[in-house]
Every structure is written in C-alpha cells, then in structure tokens.
C-alpha cells in the first residue's frame, strides 16, 4: 500500500467506524428498525440466543483486535500505520451487522409515559454520547479512529507515543468513553425485549473488556496507572482520590 493508499483507506475506516456508531445509536433512538438486513428471516436458534451470539460474537471481535499480541501480529500482514484503521474499519461494519441481523423480540420491559420523565430521560441519552464523544477529544480522538496515525505516514512525520494523561472527564473517570455508553443504552423511556438483549450484552462486554483493558494499561505504564486506578473511578466520578 502506499503512503497516498493508507491515507485513503484510513479516513474511508473513519468514516465506516462512526457510521457504526451512528447505527447503533439511532437503533436505541427508534430511528432504524432492528434487523434491517433479516427481511423477516429467521435464525435456526431462538431470537434471545441469538441476539445474545450477535453481541458475543461483536465483543470478542472487538475485544481480540484490541490486543498487543493481536496487533503485533496484524501488522505482519498491513502496514503499522494502518493497524488502527483497520481496528475502526472492522468496528464499524460489525456494529452495522449487528444492528442489520438483530432479531426483534415481542414485548416490553418498561415504558415510561410521563412526558416530563420521557424529555429528562432523552436529555440523559443524548447527555450519554454526547459524554462519550467528548472523552475521545479529551484523549486524541483522530489517534483513537486511526487519522492521526495515516495522516503522519502520508507526510512522512515522525509519530511520538501518545502520553498518559489525565485531562478534564479522565481526571475522575478512567473509562469515560465506556461511562456515556452505559448510559446510553440504559436511559431510554422505553425498553423493549428487543433491546433489553442489547443493553445487557453491552454491559456485559464492556465489564469483560474493561478487565482486558485495564490489565494491559498496567503491563504498559505500571506504576503510573495503578496510581491512577487509586485517584479516578472505574465507570463512575470518584472525587478527591
């Protein structure tokens, strides 16, 4: 691949990896319809099982690629600067199939119908990814999403490591990003069977995924992070630590 292929290639992942993000959002908004790509299929399993395989297959995928040994590896096959693209670019196409093959599931958990509840319960939502795309700016949101990392390559640029910091939302939360998910997914006015299966998939991966990640932030910056783990909550502000 050359230089001007990698840049192409890195901004076209950006794009597939928000446009992921987008779709899962406006499912739990009610915009698209779950199973968009089922065309009133069936699977061979119960739709619970299913769904549930759906988000255990999306969260290993996610989980295994963002792995050193996973990396070191991949790398032998792509270019290094495109490793991160790489990562987005399958994020976002496994999160528009795992909307595309939900199954729809009959019923209800809850359903709020208090319209001043509904309004705080939105604002709650749009507040969760809102939290969330500030917290990838508050890191570097184009290293995050691979740009950085394509773009330097193009200019020929050295690229320094990024340092651990600990600004604005990480100064309290370790894991912010994850924080606005979690509230994304769960304040809605209403929950269906339908994605009560998301929500606690969801949850479940981010917990599992969290010990993975947690565990090679030690092995990287040792000290520092288990200073860190001391000073700032895991998913929920921890004040003066």
């Known amino acids: 691949m050359t230089k001007?292929?990698?840049?192409?290639?890195?901004?076209?992942?950006?794009f597939v990896g928000v446009a992921g993000l987008v779709c899962i959002i406006a499912a739990l908004a009610g915009f698209i319809q779950y199973g968009f790509w089922l065309d009133g299929?069936?699977?061979?399993?119960?739709?619970i099982a299913w769904n549930f395989l759906l988000v255990a297959i999306w969260g290993a995928i996610h989980t295994l690629m963002a792995r050193p040994g996973f990396k070191s590896v991949l790398t032998k096959f792509i270019p290094e600067a495109a490793e991160r693209a790489t990562y987005v670019l399958v994020a976002g196409l496994t999160s528009v199939a795992l909307i595309g093959f939900w199954q729809n599931i009959p019923g209800q958990v809850w359903l709020i119908e208090s319209s001043g509840l509904v309004y705080v319960l939105w604002a709650v939502f749009v507040f969760g990814w809102v939290f969330l795309l500030a917290a990838t700016f508050a890191i570097n949101h184009f290293d995050l999403f691979g740009l950085r990392q394509v773009f330097l390559n193009f200019k020929e640029q050295p690229r320094p490591p990024l340092h651990f910091v600990k600004r604005a939302m990480y100064k309290y939360?370790?894991?912010?990003?994850?924080?606005?998910?979690?509230?994304?997914?769960?304040?809605?006015?209403?929950m269906s069977m339908t994605q009560i299966v998301l929500s606690v998939g969801f949850t479940v991966y981010i917990f599992v995924g969290l010990w993975f990640e947690e565990r090679d932030l030690i092995n990287e910056h040792g000290d520092a992070y288990l200073q860190y783990r001391r000073e700032a909550g895991k998913l929920f502000p921890k004040f003066g630590g």
């Open 4 to 14: 001007t292929m990698i840049l192409i290639y890195g901004v076209a992942s950006y």
């Open 41 to 47: 299929a069936e699977s061979m399993l119960g739709p």
């Open 173 to 190: 939360v370790r894991h912010p990003i994850q924080t606005g998910v979690l509230i994304g997914i769960w304040a809605t006015p209403y």
